[in-house]
Nanobody, 123 residues
Framework: QVQLVESGGELVQAGGSLRLSCVAS????????MAWFRQAPGKEREFVAA????????YYADSVKGRFTISRDSAKNTMYLQMSSLKPEDTAIYYC????????????????WGQGTQVTVSS
């Protein structure tokens, strides 16, 4: 089992920056591919970014490419999402997720989920 806890979400003005963190506990963090998903009110959960177990492969949704950066620190069992040039449409609950196998952008392929952290971007 892997337990995931997100933090860092808050209210920020458009154009601002935030860094989200996801701390993992349980089994070996470095064995898992990790990802961020988000869900805005009234919308389905969507893929944001993913990173391989080694950190050498990353994927981004087109909507965040060039603005968000995903990274991980295995020594701290932590994954990050650095968000910049935030837009009101980035407002959502952000979830981290983990899976045993390779990196994926597909929500159903992730076995473990955090409880989410709220990001609100004001215009």
């Amino acid at each position: 089992q892997v337990q995931l806890v997100e933090s860092g979400g808050e209210l920020v003005q458009a154009g601002g920056s935030l860094r989200l963190s996801c701390v993992a506990s349980g089994r070996t963090f470095s064995s898992y591919a990790m990802a961020w998903f988000r869900q805005a009110p009234g919308k389905e959960r969507e893929f944001v970014a993913a990173i391989s177990w080694s950190g050498g492969i990353t994927y981004y949704a087109d909507s965040v490419k060039g603005r968000f950066t995903i990274s991980r620190d295995s020594a701290k069992n932590t994954m990050y999402l650095q968000m910049s040039s935030l837009k009101p449409e980035d407002t959502a609950i952000y979830y981290c997720a983990a899976r045993v196998r390779g990196v994926s952008a597909l929500m159903y392929e992730y076995n473990y989920w955090g409880q989410g952290t709220q990001v609100t971007v004001s215009s």
